[in-house]
């Protein structure tokens, strides 16, 4: 068995990688990983730093996983700077953490990328692997970010602790059309989607949908465009430039779906999504003009019509996002896996974990109470 850790992914073959990922997952995807640090998307710049595991057994690839050491918590969607604030007050240095994840994508996924059959081999392998890298940088701890549900009982059975949030995705329950969708929700529900949706064609607005095939390289400057105004009016970082969204879909134009909003002939909206064989992933919105509904009709509505075009099972559109529920979107249980090389506040910590647990799962059965779909 060799073992590599990798500052580049291109130190792994492509088609390697992409031999372990399951679902077709656009964002583990060796060309979307490598477009992140190729553009310098990741890196010292924004903390990022790879080290990914690689895991040979006779020359050929039978594990991996996407590993990054950080020097901030920037990007994650899993939030620990309350921890990060007390290892500082008491003169002690929370970074660097090691983090498995996609960066600035609070998407579940795989992460432990093992050949098929193998992973009561080599889960344990990886987890040495990444407990033995902790412990040579110096690593406050490691954190395994969404992972899928199978991985993340095995990381909870080896004594990791669990910390719970909420997402809310759509599920395709086999809809013929859109209007099929609206049947099943509630009479004030379904007519303020409709509302919505009228009032964007009321306003001359007209949307398109687009794939890496189909999109034009002024159609990704506009994107590009939206991605930096959004940042620049919440206040966050931009890591994301026109030079990956082009490079992500050229290689994978199957695997995007742009839509776009133009008015008068003019674009002033667009929407960055990514499929999966399964599923949709809303990812990125910007604009250029406030209109009622365009955010909903843009970043939901033309996602939804397009999994029941393709038969996708789920969409779901990013982190948080309460508004998302009236829209046909429900409660899903998000968790991570979390574990610390030292065993400050470990108490104060694990009284944490099971507080925002039980919060989570409180908010989660109250929303149930109340989502837009009919009673049965």
């Avoid at 953490?97 to 998407?107: D, E, G, H, Q």
């Avoid at 991985?151 to 995705?169: A, S, T, V, Y």
Wanted: charged fraction near 20%; hydrophobic fraction near 40%.
């Amino acid at each position: 068995m060799q073992i590599q850790i990798c500052q580049k992914i291109s130190q792994i073959k492509a088609d390697d990688w992409n031999a372990l990922i399951l679902d077709n997952n656009p964002f583990l995807n060796h060309t979307f990983l490598s477009a992140l640090e190729t553009h310098h998307c990741v890196g010292e710049n924004f903390g990022w730093l790879p080290r990914h595991v690689a895991v040979y057994q006779d020359h050929e690839l039978v594990a991996a996983l996407p590993l990054y050491e950080k020097y901030n918590s920037y990007g994650e969607f899993v939030f620990d700077q309350s921890w990060a604030d007390a290892w500082h007050r008491q003169g002690l240095k929370y970074f660097p953490k090691l983090v498995s994840s996609i960066p600035y994508t609070p998407s579940p996924g795989q992460r432990f990328l093992v050949k098929a059959g193998l992973s009561e081999i080599y889960y344990p392998i990886l987890l040495k692997i990444v407990n033995d890298i902790a412990a040579q940088t110096g690593a406050s701890g490691f954190h395994i970010l969404f992972p899928q549900q199978f991985e993340l009982d095995w990381l909870k059975e080896q004594g990791m602790m669990i910390r719970h949030d909420c997402q809310f995705h759509w599920h395709n329950n086999n809809y013929s059309d859109f209007d099929d969708f609206l049947s099943q929700l509630s009479s004030r529900k379904r007519k303020n989607i409709i509302k919505e949706r009228l009032s964007v064609a009321k306003a001359g607005v007209t949307l398109k949908r687009l794939n890496g095939h189909q999109a034009s390289e002024q159609d990704w400057q506009m994107m590009a465009h939206f991605y930096q105004r959004t940042f620049n009016e919440k206040w966050g970082t931009a890591t994301l430039n026109l030079d990956f969204f082009q490079e992500v879909a050229q290689k994978l134009p199957d695997q995007v779906l742009l839509v776009l909003a133009e008015q008068q002939n003019q674009c002033i909206a667009g929407a960055l999504m990514f499929l999966s064989d399964s599923r949709l992933y809303g990812r990125f919105w910007g604009c250029d003009k406030t209109i009622k509904g365009l955010h909903f009709e843009a970043c939901y509505y033309q996602g939804i019509e397009h999994c029941i075009e393709n038969k996708l099972a789920v969409f779901e559109p990013g982190a948080q996002g309460e508004h998302k529920i009236a829209r046909g979107f429900i409660p899903t249980l998000t968790r991570s896996a979390h574990y610390l090389m030292q065993d400050h506040f470990k108490e104060s910590i694990t009284d944490f974990i099971e507080h925002e647990r039980i919060n989570v799962v409180s908010y989660i059965e109250d929303v149930n109470k109340h989502t837009p779909y009919k009673s049965k």
